[in-house]
Nanobody, 126 residues
């Protein structure tokens, strides 16, 4: 069974940057697409970014396109989310997730993922 642990969250000012990490243990995730989601208070959990197993295919929510970059290091069993030009609207708990099956392209719906981390809080102050 795989466990996912997010880290790198914190408090940042409007326009600042953060880099989130999602470290997998227990089993490899190198053959699985991975996704990043976020959930703000009182809102549904929403897709942020996804990356294929090879890293060659990525997709982003429109709200973060051009500001966030998803990447992965399969040798380290870790996925990253680089967040630049952050805005107060990016404030949320960020979760990483593993696709249900290997070798899929990254999907933007929660139902496509079956393993989730515990989340890391990101707060952007104005």
């Amino acid at each position: 069974q795989v466990q996912l642990v997010e880290s790198g969250g914190g408090l940042v000012q409007d326009g600042g940057s953060l880099r989130l990490s999602c470290a997998a243990s227990g089993r490899t995730v190198r053959t699985y697409a991975m996704g990043w989601f976020r959930q703000a208070p009182g809102k549904e959990r929403e897709f942020v970014a996804g990356i294929s197993s090879s890293g060659g295919d990525t997709r982003y929510a429109d709200s973060v396109k051009g500001r966030f970059t998803v990447s992965r290091d399969n040798a380290k069993n870790t996925v990253y989310l680089q967040m630049n030009r952050m805005q107060p609207e990016d404030t949320a708990v960020y979760y990483c997730a593993r696709d249900k099956a290997p070798f899929h392209s990254p999907k933007n719906n929660r139902d496509a993922y079956d393993t989730w981390g515990q989340g890391t809080q990101v707060t952007v102050s104005s």
